[in-house]
T-cell receptor, first 116, second 116 residues
Framework: AQKVTQAQTEISVVEKEDVTLDCVYE???????LFWYKQPPSGELVFLIR??????QNEISGRYSWNFQKSTSSFNFTITASQVVDSAVYFCALSEGYQAGTALIFGKGTTLSVSS | DTGVSQDPRHKITKRGQNVTFRCDPISEHNRLYWYRQTLGQGPEFLTYFQNEAQLEKSRLLSDRFSAERPKGSFSTLEIQRTEQGDSAMYLC??????????????FGPGTRLTVT
């Protein structure tokens, strides 16, 4: 069965610190998709990134970077030089199958608090 | 560029009453999803539509829940005979679909239901 585990429930950092959010997934499919979403205090989930199981290339987008490792079933997310505006709940999610058009399986989320 | 919209944003109802929520997806998206999120948890999948066809339903979707997407555009989610356990945030999302791969889901602001 598919499952997403975000072991870190809450993380607190001071502005400008780097922070890594961990995500471990379980799936029996060879084709799957992984996602990160951000949920700020306003409540609306914001899409950050999608990765498919055939593309293990790490990605950097501004202060954000993602490390996908199939060998350890992990898809970790790093924020460099964190800012107060990064404070939010971050969710990792998994979708199985070739079309990935069905259910997203979410982890329980990691609450990131960045103080000034 | 209009995102996913949901109405109402908040609903307070008494146990046993029926409630209906509406979701308007991003106009060019043919897939529409409903999720439920309770405090401290990630969203949980309820059901999804491709155009007007309801293609998948979660075991969470009891007989008291019904969803429709009559013309392949907006969708409604009705809960009959509400129970206190139905209190949650109900999220709608939409996405494109294709035969070649997955697309990210874009979420609306949610409808927060409180059953008293």
């Amino acid at each position: 069965a598919q499952k997403v585990t975000q072991a870190q429930t809450e993380i607190s950092v001071v502005e400008k610190e780097d922070v890594t959010l961990d995500c471990v997934y379980e799936t029996r499919d060879t084709t799957y998709y992984l996602f990160w979403y951000k949920q700020p205090p306003s409540g609306e989930l914001v899409f950050l990134i999608r990765r498919n199981s055939f593309d293990e290339q790490n990605e950097i987008s501004g202060r954000y970077s993602w490390n996908f490792q199939k060998s350890t079933s992990s898809f970790n997310f790093t924020i460099t030089a964190s800012q107060v505006v990064d404070s939010a709940v971050y969710f990792c999610a998994l979708s199985e199958g070739y079309q990935a058009g069905t259910a997203l399986i979410f982890g329980k989320g990691t609450t990131l608090s960045v103080s000034s | 560029d209009t995102g996913v919209s949901q109405d109402p944003r908040h609903k307070i109802t008494k146990r046993g009453q029926n409630v209906t929520f509406r979701c308007d997806p991003i106009s060019e998206h043919n897939r529409l999803y409903w999720y439920r999120q309770t405090l401290g948890q990630g969203p949980e999948f309820l059901t999804y539509f491709q155009n007007e066809a309801q293609l998948e339903k979660s075991r969470l979707l009891s007989d008291r829940f019904s969803a429709e997407r009559p013309k392949g555009s907006f969708s409604t989610l009705e809960i009959q005979r509400t129970e206190q356990g139905d209190s949650a945030m109900y999220l709608c999302a939409s996405s494109l679909s294709s035969g070649g791969g997955g697309y990210e889901q874009y979420f609306g602001p949610g409808t927060r239901l409180t059953v008293t």
